[in-house]
């Protein structure tokens, strides 16, 4: 059954591996090479906490507009934890998301706190709406009571949540953040929003677009918003959606303004802290192409693996990035960490 599944991984290529961990399957999580959000992977077993650990978790967030806005998560605090792994979701996620999970497994194996953070509005609060550089609600975590007795501080972040994490890393900052990891992460804005917005990219554009859109409608619920709710339920691209909903909320003169100031692209080489970037070479929502370019005048202290085998936030089990520990993703990212302390 392994080599089957193999053989279909080599078919669809990131396709499959991006697709696979939000399809139901059949076989018990123990006989997949694939993370499964539901089940402890086999390095996992054993853990202290994990999920079941989680305690809702809120703070707040002063903005310029609006005062003080409500964001929440989940945290996983392992008695005498010295240590916090911040993770940061992609666009159109949440806390929730499947493939914030190992995340959590991870730091439980290595004796971490975890918190998984909602950007404002992702649950469906309906406070506000966030943007791809509004490090405001990282900063606001991490200054949080509940953040406060951890010596080390950490932040993952997958998709846009990289990118995010990315920013954050070229700014000033807790002294207590030893490093940063982006996985999948678009760097240009621009490039990024122009292969979502392909014809072929419709399934995963229609799919990030609902959860969005949803989002908003909760927004207007309680308060006013830029565009009518009418006119957003009609956005079928993401340089349509940052034209209705970004541009006028922050203030940006056009979506063209916001991708060149938003982007971390030009920040790669002002990065103050270590950080780390995996990306997919066949990840078919932030192709490599786009990616590739702003790596040119990246710092020192960035760190790039890319992975042959893999998706969009969606890999093989086994990862290896050259690093101690068990293959597995998180694991070896959670390891080049803890060299980073």
């Not at 760097?187 to 990219?201: G, K, T, Y």
């Not at 290896?320 to 070896?332: F, H, K, N, T």
């Amino acid at each position: 059954m392994s080599a089957r599944l193999d053989a279909i991984a080599s078919l669809f290529g990131g396709h499959y591996w991006t697709v696979r961990p939000f399809v139901p399957f059949p076989l018990a999580a123990s006989r997949s090479r694939v993370w499964h959000a539901t089940s402890a992977p086999a390095w996992a077993r054993g853990a202290p906490g994990g999920l079941a650990t989680a305690q809702p978790w809120s703070g707040y967030v002063k903005d310029a507009q609006l005062g003080r806005v409500l964001i929440t998560g989940q945290l996983h605090a392992p008695i005498g934890a010295e240590s916090l792994l911040l993770t940061v979701h992609g666009l159109g996620g949440n806390s929730e998301s499947p493939y914030l999970a190992a995340s959590v497994w991870a730091a439980a194996r290595s004796g971490w706190a975890c918190l998984r953070l909602n950007m404002r509005g992702a649950e469906g609060s309906g406070e506000d709406f966030y943007h791809a550089a509004l490090t405001a609600d990282l900063h606001a975590a991490l200054a949080s009571p509940e953040a406060a007795r951890f010596s080390n501080i950490y932040v993952l972040g997958y998709s846009l949540g990289g990118h995010l994490a990315l920013c954050f890393a070229a700014e000033a900052h807790d002294a207590r953040v030893r490093a940063v990891a982006a996985v999948c992460a678009p760097l240009d804005l621009s490039r990024s929003a122009a292969a979502i917005d392909r014809p072929m990219s419709l399934p995963y554009r229609h799919h990030v677009l609902q959860r969005l859109k949803q989002s908003y409608a909760a927004v207007a619920r309680r308060q006013p918003v830029p565009t009518a709710v009418e006119r957003v339920q009609r956005v079928r691209s993401l340089r349509e959606w940052d034209a209705c909903t970004v541009v006028p909320r922050y203030g940006f003169q056009s979506t063209a303004d916001y991708h060149a100031r938003a982007s971390v692209a030009g920040r790669l080489s002002a990065l103050r802290v270590p950080a780390l970037l995996v990306n997919a070479t066949h990840d078919p929502m932030v192709p490599a192409h786009t990616v590739r370019p702003a790596l040119t005048h990246a710092a020192p202290n960035l760190d790039v693996r890319w992975l042959n085998k893999g998706g969009h936030v969606g890999f093989p089990s086994d990862v290896d990035l050259g690093e101690s520990g068990p293959r597995a993703l998180e694991m070896q990212i959670l390891s080049w960490f803890s060299k980073r302390a």
